[in-house]
């Protein structure tokens, strides 16, 4: 199964992502839930890259079942909608093929103050 954790601040704005695992819809090449997850999750974290002025850190498994994005010093508005547009297609997937492949779950991060 595939685990979506968004991180949200106190208010609910996204403030980056952590999908992993495997949907086992299908065999390995041909399942269409990983495929549509991964397509959402790195044209998200590559239009925050190449969209905005924002600093992100990530990482990634080489055998795709790993991706990390976050905002060190924040998500900015053009970020925190991206992200927005990837929650819906998750969401959207998660509704179509159903829990047993996709959990999208919240996890409220605070920000660190200096």
């Known amino acids: 199964m595939i685990t979506a954790t968004i991180f949200q601040d106190p208010s609910g704005n996204p403030e980056g992502f952590r999908i ?3 949907a086992d819809y299908a065999q390995e090449g041909s399942d ?3 495929a549509a997850v991964s397509a959402l999750a790195m044209t998200t ?22 991706l ?10 053009d ?10 297609g998750l969401t959207d997937i998660g509704k179509k093929y159903g829990s047993r492949y996709i959990q999208i779950r919240t996890e409220e991060v605070r920000k660190c103050s200096s």
């Open 68 to 77: 990390l994005l976050q905002f060190p010093e924040g998500a900015g508005r």
């Open 45 to 66: 974290a590559n239009a925050v890259e190449k969209l905005t002025d924002d600093a992100v850190v990530g990482e990634a498994a080489d055998d795709g079942g790993y």
């Open 20 to 22: 992993s695992g495997h």
């Open 32 to 34: 269409i839930v990983c």
């Open 79 to 88: 970020s925190q909608l991206l992200m927005r547009a990837m929650m819906v």
